[in-house]
Structures are given as C-alpha cells and as structure tokens.
C-alpha cells in the first residue's frame, strides 16, 4: 500500500503546473540599455525548470535514521558590515554574556521566561523576536522553529510532535531519494555547491562542508518530489540555507543531530507564504512577483513621493531589476549573512506571515539610502540598488517599525 502525503503537503497551494523553463532571475537582473552593460552582474544565474510529470511516493519500508552533520559554533556578528567573500571567516562562539549592555541581559531573560512556560504566548514572543533574537544558548533555534509552527506552544507536545515528523522525513529520505530524477539533482547540486561560497560551513572540501551540501540537497530533492506542481526553483536553496544553518549550530547536540528534518519542515511553512512568486506562469495575477514589487513601489510613493518620483519617473529605474532579487530571496544575498539572521528573525515575528514585514524592509533600504539615490542617474542608481551598501541592521529595522506605525496611523485617522 503506498503511504500517502501528508495532507499539510499535499495541498493544492503547491499543484499549480510547472513550466519546462523560466529565466526569472536573470529577466530582471538583466540591464534594459547599453549603458548598464557595465554594471556588477546578478550573481544568481537564471532558474531552469525541469520537466513537470508529477511523481508518485514510493512504499514505504523500514525507517531509516536522520543524517548527522558535523557541529559548528554559533556565529556572531560583530559588525553590521559586509565582508568582502575574499576574506570572510567563520565567526566565532557567542556563548557569553561579555559586551552585553544592562538592555541586551534584560532581553535575554524575557526570552528564556517566556521559553520557560508550559504554554508559550506566541504574541509575547513574536513581540520580542520582532527586534531580533539574541545569538545565545539555542534561542534562535527554538523561537524560528515556534514562529514557524514547526513546534506547537504547548511544550509538553514538542517531543510527540517532534518524533512524528522527524520520523515522517526519515520515510521521505527512504523514499524519495533511491531514483532522483537527474536533471533536478544535477542542477541542486550545482547551486547548493555555490550556496555563501564564503562561509566554510557551506563551502569548501571539508567533511563538514560535505555533510552540509548533502542535507541541501536531501531536503530540496525531496521536497521537489513531493511538490510537483513546483519542483525546484534556483534561488530555494538560498532560502533554505539560513534555516538550515540555525538548526545545525543549535547547542542541543540532540536538535542539531535532526537538523535536516527540522530544516525540511520549517523550508515547507515559510516557502508557502512565498510559493506563487516562484511560480512564472502566476507573474501577472494577484499574488505574483509583479503584484509584489508593484506593492512595494506603492509603499514607497506612500512614503516618499519624492524618491518613488525620481527613481520611477525621473531616472527610469524599475523595481524589478533590483527588487527581484530582494524579495524572492528574501534579503539573504544583500547583507552579511549574521545580519541576515537578523533580519529574518523580525520577517518571522510577524503574525500577519513575513511579506507585508518584507516589503516594509525593502522601502526602508530605499529610503535610508534617499540623498544617494536623488543625486544619482539611471545607471548609478541601479549599481547601487544591486549591490546595496552596509547598513546598520537595527536602524533598518528600526525605520521599518516606524514605516508600520505611520501607516497605521494614517489608516486609523482615515476611520
């Protein structure tokens, strides 16, 4: 008897049909005119599809174990700067309380007494992820896996839980993995080989790097299978490498050894929220990635007429050749990847799901970088946008906070 889909993952918001091929990435990173030509190019190359018969799951037989993957401190950030791939180097263990202002001590212990309960108040936590999670003693880990759902708030069910789906991905592994189809794992293996070339974690000869790539590649074979209305789609695997990163540097040496099934999970929930701008056929519609940057140029003539003007209108810079990128890959490729990190712990806090949140980042990178932007011309603007300069992370988040509080107020008096 063939074990069927979990109905969580065999809904129709994954059925739409697949195209044999889509340059999504590469249609908005390429330069309209001759005098961009000399423009940094879009690292991301474009997206190939394969083809889109659907595939059955297998039988299952005997559970097989989960992967373990080599350990890896947990990473600080102590720069809200870029570092050149060059010379980027693991960052070290942030383990301790040294540095830590009288705030940051408060911080953590609110995070740990809400943790402590027996029914975690996700509003409360989501309040306080919402300004990010501090790098210490697995709470990253633990609040992404609740923010996401993949843990219910009652803790006495996280070890029931936990060991069905852990068990659930090892049957997928058993399954799904004996006859990949080739062109897809061809092309995963190509794009997981280029996943943060400069971080040794995911780069690199190493049995860790090795260990690593492997997990990428299960998790995103599998889920192509199980999906496949959408298979895989390049860019995936630069959203799943943050998740999977937390997961495996998780202190608790029995949550890390399940990395790759809790990654597999968490991958599923938040690319629902993001599915159909993955999808080429849906560009057009409602829900699809024109819809979306169109919502952010709204967001931004809302804000700042002005600027919205002078880029739109003006020097004739459109959205898409550099929120594209921003938004499908969900900001992990224009910052340090520590303050990527960061920025996803506020995009997973909001209880409305991470878009709207999203959006409000991306204008508030525009507006931060305003007075540049208004004494430039088409071509200066556009190599700025696509390689957007350092930022200080929490006055980002902090001006995308008070772009929330502005639009609410103005909607509340509109009342």
């Known amino acids: 008897m063939v074990k069927s889909v979990p109905e969580w993952l065999n809904s129709s918001i994954w059925s739409t049909p697949n195209p044999s091929s889509d340059d999504r990435l590469q249609r908005y990173a390429t330069k309209p005119s001759e005098e961009t030509l000399t423009l940094k190019p879009d690292p991301i190359p474009p997206p190939q599809r394969p083809d889109k018969a659907a595939i059955a799951v297998p039988t299952p037989h005997e559970k097989a174990p989960p992967q373990h993957a080599d350990k890896a401190p947990i990473p600080v950030s102590t720069s809200h700067e870029k570092t050149p791939p060059s010379s980027v180097e693991e960052p070290e263990t942030l383990d301790s309380n040294a540095n830590l202002s009288p705030e940051d001590v408060d911080r953590r212990a609110r995070f740990f007494s809400e943790l402590s309960r027996k029914v975690i108040d996700l509003r409360e936590l989501r309040r306080l992820g919402s300004q990010g999670i501090p ?13 996401l759902g993949y843990l219910p708030n009652d803790r006495d069910m996280w070890a029931n839980e936990l060991a069905k789906k852990r068990s659930q991905y090892a049957l997928f592994r058993e399954e ?8 897809i794992a061809e092309q995963i293996d ?13 780069s690199g000869d190493s049995a860790l790097a090795r260990s690593n790539q492997e997990a990428l590649k299960n998790i995103l074979l599998i889920f192509a299978k199980l999906n496949p209305g959408i298979r895989y789609v390049q860019g995936m695997n630069e959203v799943l490498a943050p998740l999977f990163y937390v997961f495996q540097n998780d202190p608790d040496e029995k949550s890390a050894a399940h990395a790759e099934a809790d990654a597999f999970f968490c991958f599923v929930e938040l690319l629902s929220g993001f599915r159909d701008h993955f999808c080429q056929q849906l560009d057009n519609s409602v829900v699809g990635i024109r819809s979306t940057i169109t919502k952010l140029s709204q967001l931004l003539r809302e804000h700042d007429e002005e600027l919205w003007r002078h880029l739109e209108v003006t020097t004739k810079v459109n959205p898409q050749f550099y929120a594209f990128r921003w938004i499908t890959l969900l900001l992990t490729q224009e910052f340090n990847f520590a303050d990527s990190l960061h920025i996803w712990d506020t995009l997973l806090s909001d209880p409305d799901g991470p878009l709207e949140t999203l959006l409000r980042i991306c204008c508030a990178m525009l507006i931060l970088i305003r007075r540049r932007l208004l004494a430039g011309d088409f071509t200066s603007n556009l190599k700025l946008l696509q390689n957007y300069p350092s930022a200080n992370i929490s006055h980002l988040l902090y001006v995308a906070d008070k772009l929330r509080a502005r639009a609410r107020a103005r909607a509340h008096s509109s009342v």
């Open 135 to 147: 790098d210490c003693a697995g709470l990253r880990p633990t609040i992404w896996k609740l923010l």
């Open 176 to 183: 799904l993995l004996l006859n990949p189809d080739t062109e």
């Open 190 to 202: 190509r794009d997981v080989k280029r996943t943060h070339p400069d971080m040794h974690f995911f």
